[in-house]
């Protein structure tokens, strides 16, 4: 993912930020804690997209060849763990944001919201697993030819060293 691309999606989640902000302060009773976890959420990943917004800025094409290597072999790994330390957290956080969101807004016209929940929690963990899925196909397809090339290239800087 570009700087452009980053930096709309930080204006983008800036947008969900402001609809779910009117709504917990529209909302009375139950359902605005989801709402509140939500907010939080989003603030949360646009602070680590903005992070990673930072990163791309601090990229230093000055420094030399097999470090320069090094740091873009970082750079285009599928997914760092510490990408996985923070978005696994952030994306419970939007489960269960709309899981109460879904409870609540279920619980007016019925007693039992097992089923609009599971409903809910089968549609938010397929669409996890297909956002898992396509960003690896993109990956492998955009990002991994790059690292094998780099790869190829930081053994010949070290055979020649």
């Known amino acids: 993912m570009n700087s452009y691309k980053l930096f709309l999606l930080i204006l983008f989640f800036g947008m969900f930020v402001v609809i779910y902000a009117g709504s ?60 996985i330390i923070i978005t696994t957290p952030l994306l419970l956080l939007f489960i269960t944001g709309g899981y109460l969101i879904v409870h609540a807004s279920f619980l007016k016209y019925m007693e039992n919201t097992r089923i609009p929940v599971a409903i809910y929690l089968v549609i938010i963990l397929a669409a996890v697993a297909i956002g898992y899925w396509a960003n690896y196909k993109n990956w492998k397809r955009y990002k991994k030819p790059l690292q094998e090339e780099i790869k190829k290239r930081l053994k010949e800087f070290e055979g020649s060293v």
């Not at 992070?51 to 790994?77: I, Q, T």
């Open 24 to 83: 917990f302060i529209s909302k009375q009773g139950t359902g605005k804690e989801g709402y509140s976890i939500l907010i939080l959420g989003f603030c949360l990943a646009m602070g680590y997209l903005f992070y990673g917004l930072l990163k791309y800025k601090k990229v230093d094409y000055g420094e030399p060849a097999v470090s320069f290597l090094k740091h873009a072999l970082a750079r285009y790994r599928f997914i760092s763990p510490v990408d």
